[in-house]
């Protein structure tokens, strides 16, 4: 069975220029997370969807970051202007249930963006 | 807001030995806990939860340890394998929207 698929899974890109990253969560799942991993702060939630709506996106860092979930198979974080601090890896996780309650978080291989 | 710590960052074991991994979480009202294996390179994976009614909970070689006095939570790895050689993370469950709270990691590494 497919699992999350996370796109790209590298980027490098240069301050000031924007950065799409997608997301498509296992089909049926109804529930989506954006997290960020760094060595300094580890894995924050960014955001979360449930069945497309946001329900809470308050570990978005700035107005630079935005994320959208236009149907059930799609996501997007956009960090726009980047800045060499967004340098992370980003992940996308779904989930069967709303707000994540069995607690299985099915994860992506995540993105690894650096921005230089 | 809330946090969830671990005790060690790195952890040497030999291969066969058994591993105990420590967490401590802060929020006592948290009512599930769950820890994730990550490889590197890839995305954390769920290994085993556990519900704030239970003390103890067993699965293939692991079992997670709940002391909700103490607000402390362990993963013991029975017979460590290379394969388990990873970062873990145990995460809570708690606040409004049931969000998950991530502790910073400690990682295995299994000695040959």
């Known amino acids: 069975d497919a699992g999350v698929i996370q796109s790209p899974r590298h980027e490098v890109t240069e301050m000031g220029q924007e950065v799409t990253l997608r997301c498509k969560p296992i089909?049926?799942?109804?529930?989506l997370f954006w997290y960020r991993q760094t060595m300094m702060r580890g894995l924050e939630l960014l955001i979360y969807?449930?069945?497309?709506?946001?329900?809470?996106d308050s570990g978005m860092p700035e107005d630079r970051f935005s994320a959208k979930m236009p149907n059930a198979s799609f996501s997007t974080l956009k960090i726009q202007p980047s800045e060499p601090r967004d340098s992370a890896v980003y992940f996308c996780?779904?989930?069967?249930?709303?707000?994540?309650?069995?607690?299985?978080?099915?994860f992506g291989e995540g993105s690894r963006l650096t921005v230089l | 807001g809330e946090s969830v710590g671990l005790h060690l960052p790195t952890l040497s074991v030999q291969e066969g030995d058994n591993s105990i991994i420590n967490c401590a979480y802060s929020?006592?009202?948290?009512?599930?806990f769950i820890w994730y294996k990550q490889e590197s390179g890839k995305g954390p994976q769920f290994i085993i939860d556990?519900?704030?009614?239970?003390d103890k909970r067993q699965g293939q070689r692991v079992t997670v340890l709940l002391n909700k006095t103490v607000k402390h939570l362990s993963l013991q790895i029975a017979a460590t394998q290379p394969g388990d050689s990873a970062v873990y993370f145990c995460?809570?469950?708690?606040?409004?929207?049931?969000?998950?709270?991530f502790g910073s990691g400690t990682k295995l590494n299994v000695k040959p």
């Open positions: 969807f449930n069945n497309n709506v946001p329900i809470d």
């Open positions: 089909s049926g799942h109804n529930s």
């Open positions: 929020n006592s009202a948290s009512d599930y």
């Open positions: 556990i519900r704030s009614n239970m």
């Open positions: 996780a779904s989930s069967p249930l709303a707000g994540g309650l069995t607690g299985e978080l099915f």
């Open positions: 995460a809570e469950i708690g606040g409004p929207f049931n969000k998950f709270y």
